[in-house]
């Protein structure tokens, strides 16, 4: 059985997150988080030990790399969907959500109170993102540790065999059919598969200036969920399923 057939589509949990630098500034850390961020930028650039790195550098890759680091970053917004049968018919309808905070542990707090009470059975449950496996799942399980909160057992996989992960489904990875060589972005996709892509006015760049200068977690949650829907999409597509129409989507406030 593939990837795209092992679970109903009626259980699986949709997922996107955005994440930002942990400061609005480079010189707002402490001394010690600047220079293992020094570090960091060394093996970024792939700069030889000999070689420095001056000040402005390490400032200017904080603002534009940081927030793709767990340890120097943090999360905005953690949007999902979830597909549900209409009510009094048969056609799948689409519910979005969005936790958006500026306490990132009421954020994580919120999504593993979602995860304990409705998805909390990897046999029967799975989640679903576009790279979840590489960068979405490991980023919310370290920043929930940091945050020194307990992991729902749906993300608790530290250590766990491929098999026993199972309920993590990457279009990526599904994408990929053995082939590592290359990333393969959402947005590709989506266009390779003819996907309608609403227009929107940020990008993924943009989502950490629009946090620490706009502080607009509401224009955050909105292009967060238009990834999640544009997953949802894809996932359709690679089942042969046809896309959602615009009515059989619903954003939940």
């Known amino acids: 059985m593939s990837a795209f057939d092992t679970y109903d589509l009626y259980n699986i949990l949709f997922l996107d997150i955005e994440t930002v630098p942990g400061f609005a500034e480079f010189e707002e850390m ?7 961020w020094g570090i960091k930028c060394r093996s970024i650039l792939r700069k030889p030990a000999d070689e420095e790195i ?6 200017e890759l904080f603002r534009l790399r940081a927030g793709i680091y767990a340890e120097f970053a943090k999360i905005v917004c953690i949007s999902v969907g979830f597909i549900t049968r209409q009510p009094g018919s048969d056609e799948p309808l689409l519910r979005l959500k969005s936790f ?3 306490l990132e542990a009421s954020i994580l707090d919120d999504f593993s109170e979602v995860l304990s009470k409705h998805f909390n059975n990897p046999d029967k449950f799975a989640l679903c993102g576009h790279n979840i496996r590489e960068f979405d799942i490991p980023y919310i399980c370290r920043r929930m540790m940091i945050n020194q909160l ?4 749906m993300i608790d996989i530290a250590g ?4 026993e992960t199972k309920h993590m489904l990457d279009t990526m990875e599904m994408w990929k059919f053995g082939d590592i060589k290359n990333y393969t972005s959402l947005r590709l996709l989506t266009a390779v598969f003819d996907i309608p892509s ?5 990008s993924g760049a943009d989502v950490a200036g629009v946090y620490w200068e706009e502080r607009d ?16 999409q894809l996932f359709l597509r690679m089942k042969r399923m046809p896309l959602l129409r615009n009515d059989q989507i619903v954003v939940v406030r």
């Open 160 to 163: 766990k065999k491929p098999w």
């Open 150 to 153: 307990p992991l729902p057992k």
């Open 54 to 59: 001056s000040y402005d550098e390490m400032a």
């Open 198 to 202: 609403p227009k929107d006015d940020i």
């Open 100 to 102: 958006s905070n500026h």
């Open 217 to 232: 977690l509401d224009r955050i949650a909105t292009y967060c969920e238009k990834d999640v829907l544009a997953t949802v």
């Open 30 to 36: 402490n001394e010690e988080l600047q220079e293992l």
